[in-house]
């Protein structure tokens, strides 16, 4: 069993995959934006003309098998066309937050993704991941949500992050939030704080969704690590055996 966060990353082992836009209809500076939130990563993008296909489509592509496939109005509406301050300051209900199947697909693929100034879209991937876990736990309506934010005071000063756990809490989800305490968030909404200056409490952001015992709902997990300032090693999984053991670290290690 591992001792550490880090640890996780050691258990995925993903096969290689690859983005596939077929008959790209839309003007280059889509094919940028999409190309701008996987730079330098492992998932490589092509292009490909195929005669009586559907156009503007991506699919995801492993061991030469479609596994996966969105529209690139789908990428655009979901994530290419948004920044991470419309989830800060609430723009965007939870309801309407999607993560395109071609990029939920991508799960258990290790990314280092960089926030700004580095980069204004690679770590937008791990904000609407974690918004896509919160939205699974609220429509549970129960289970166990663990998420930590660097500093708590972020749960306060972000308007659509505090309306969001509001939501967690009164859906009747059991939310545990962990970070630096430089504020009580229990003092206004329904959560658990774990307080601590240890690197997890510092460095990790995860958000970790385990659904009620009696329902089957979706277990899901994002892990990632700042191990250099606002650059990211991260990952997320929804294979049920790895969820629960990231829980079960965090609840007996945090």
Request: proline share 6%; glycine share 6%; charged share 30%.
């Amino acid at each position: 069993m591992t001792d550490s966060l880090r640890g996780f990353f050691d258990e995925i082992d993903a096969p290689s995959r690859s983005l596939v836009v077929v008959n790209r209809t839309e003007p280059e500076p889509v094919r940028s934006l999409l190309d701008s939130l996987l730079e330098e990563q492992s998932v490589a993008i092509t292009e490909r003309d195929i005669p009586d296909t559907d156009s503007d489509v991506v699919i995801l592509v492993e061991d030469g098998e479609v596994i996966a496939r969105s529209t690139l109005d789908d990428l655009l509406d979901s994530v290419l066309l948004i920044n991470s301050d419309l989830f800060k300051t609430g723009a965007i209900d939870l309801d309407e937050v999607v993560l395109p199947d071609v990029l939920a697909r991508l799960d258990e693929v290790p990314f280092r993704l960089r926030g700004y100034p580095h980069s204004n879209k690679e770590k937008l991937l791990l904000v609407v991941v974690s918004r896509v876990i919160e939205r699974i736990a609220a429509e549970a309506g129960g289970g166990t949500l663990r998420a930590s934010f660097q500093r708590l005071s972020r749960i306060r000063d972000e308007r659509g992050t505090r309306k969001v756990y509001e939501a967690l809490g009164n859906a009747g989800v059991d939310v545990h939030v962990y970070g630096i305490g430089d504020a009580d968030p229990s003092a206004s909404l329904p959560v658990t704080v774990h307080r601590g200056r240890s690197y997890p409490y510092r460095r990790s952001w995860f958000v970790v969704f385990t659904p009620p015992e009696s329902d089957v709902g979706r277990p899901a997990a994002l892990v990632a690590l700042e191990d250099e300032p606002n650059v990211w090693d991260g990952f997320w999984t929804f294979r049920p055996e790895l969820v629960s053991r990231i829980d079960r670290h965090i609840a007996s290690a945090l």
